[in-house]
């Protein structure tokens, strides 16, 4: 199944408590978790020029702290739930949420602009800065701190994910994956409450995802907020996500945990097995 199949039995791994102390630790783990999660209840309709209705938006569902995989065909409404969330896009009705604070309520009259919602997005398109060194490109949206607290803020997720080095370095002097990791730690350094990924790793090759996810794993490990990450990868999905939500349509037709996914991609395996066998006994 490939290195990120490997990082994924990997992270399922734990360490076994006892009962009263698992329960008790579960219960508090359970409030922290709930006040750190994502809701949406997004609704939203786009107009042809004539008028009538060319694609609907309606979603529900809370994401909690760790990855919650988007999934489904080109033109699904991914990408446009992701600009929802971060205020990019505009919503009819619904609410969303972080915890107790909302960021957009249609009834309350709520809709904080983008740049208040303390919500990081990154593009399959990174952006970054081409003039900037990879240091500042890291440290750009911290600009109103003082110069030792960014510093100290910058070098912390630059080393989190292996990029001190790279510091004085232009974005035409590094390779893709060191890209990437310049755009997460850019993405995080801002400590965001919710994290936005619309499929930044589709350029890379297998081992460089691989690497890239076990520091975004590790990093989410230590501060646990929510990640929503659209992908089509069917190993980045095994890799990453506890939760895979499919979309069509504009709505949730699946929410599945990482089993039913693994379980799903297993049989698309065998399909695939049996297939082949079919078509080459026929050559025959």
């Excluded at 945990?257 to 379980?263: A, E, P």
Aim: proline share 3%; charged share 25%.
């Amino acid at each position: 199944m490939g290195q990120l199949s490997v990082f994924a039995d990997w992270f399922r791994l734990g360490w076994a408590l006892p009962a009263s102390r698992s329960h008790a630790r579960a219960a508090n783990a359970s409030s922290q978790e709930l006040a750190r999660s994502l809701e949406i209840r997004c609704a939203h309709r786009y107009l042809a020029p004539d008028g009538q209705t060319s694609f609907s938006l309606e979603t529900n569902f809370i994401a909690q702290p760790g990855v919650t995989i988007l999934r489904g065909h080109s033109g699904a409404g991914k990408t446009t739930l992701l600009r929802c969330i971060a205020g990019l896009a505009a919503m009819e009705s619904g609410t969303i949420a972080v915890g107790d604070r909302l960021l957009f309520d249609s009834v309350r009259k709520i809709n904080l602009e983008p740049r208040h919602r303390k919500i990081a997005f990154v593009f399959q398109h990174l952006a970054l800065f081409p003039h900037l060194s990879v240091r500042e490109n890291v440290g750009y949206g911290l600009r109103k701190l003082s110069e030792t607290d960014r510093n100290a803020r910058v070098e912390a997720v630059m080393a989190s994910f292996r990029i001190g080095r790279l510091g004085d370095r232009l974005p035409s002097e590094i390779s893709g994956g060191e890209k990437q990791r310049v755009a997460l730690a850019r993405a995080l350094v801002t400590e965001p409450a919710v994290l936005l990924l619309d499929e930044p790793m589709s350029s890379l090759d297998t081992r460089t995802k691989a690497l890239i996810i076990d520091d975004l794993r590790a990093w989410n490990a230590a501060h646990r907020i929510p990640i929503v990450y659209v992908t089509h990868d069917a190993d980045e999905v095994r890799a990453l996500g506890e939760r895979a939500i499919t979309l069509e349509h504009g709505r949730i037709v699946s929410d599945d945990s990482l089993l039913d996914v693994d379980c799903e991609a297993t049989a698309a395996d065998t399909r695939r097995i049996e297939n082949s066998c079919s078509c080459s006994c026929h050559s025959l």
